[in-house]
């Protein structure tokens, strides 16, 4: 009751055009509260990756592991680990190979990943970074743009992180 008399008396102080100011203002503010403190989505929906195996080859100095990312979507993209398929549960996993190259064809992505030696069953784990939201992708747009007028073009990716391996179709961050 104290709450309705405290605004009644705050409405009838506010003269004539300072009451069109506070009509919408209130909105407004009350808008913004709701976009800033909303929580966000329970479960994001990450894109469909597609990752295969594509074969060996040999780079001159170095054998590579190539896969292909069919339509891959516009995400931030990194290599998380290369180990041997076989490895035991209690065993200390061993790094077996680093990015290479990665190009962009008419049809997706090149990936080709530096190994030791041919025909060694290996588990790769992809990282994808999705673009952020709320108002953290609206600081980052605006980055974005200054960069884009400085030409020096950046894009950021802050968004949700998820992962992908040529085993298991994907596995969400934890």
Request: glycine share 8%; with cysteine; aromatic share 10%.
């Amino acid at each position: 009751m104290k709450a309705v008399r405290g605004v009644e008396s705050l409405w009838l102080r506010v003269e004539g055009r300072n009451r069109r100011w506070l009509l919408v203002a209130i909105p407004i503010l009350l808008a913004l509260c709701v976009w800033l403190f909303s929580p966000a989505s329970r479960r994001p929906v990450h894109p469909s990756v597609s990752v295969a195996f594509a074969g060996f080859t040999n780079s001159g100095t170095f054998v590579e592991a190539l896969f292909s990312l069919t339509n891959p979507p516009a995400l931030s993209m990194s290599l998380q680990s290369v180990h041997a398929l076989g490895a035991k549960a209690g065993s200390v996993p061993v790094e077996l190979g680093n990015f290479s190259y990665g190009r962009k064809e008419p049809w997706g992505l090149t990936y080709a990943i530096s190994v030791g030696k041919t025909n060694e069953p290996l588990e790769v784990v992809l990282r994808f970074q999705e673009l952020a939201s709320g108002p953290t992708r609206a600081i980052e747009r605006v980055r974005e743009i200054f960069g884009d007028l400085t030409h020096k073009p950046q894009a950021f990716f802050t968004g949700p992180v998820f992962f992908v391996t040529n085993q298991i179709p994907a596995r969400p961050a934890r």
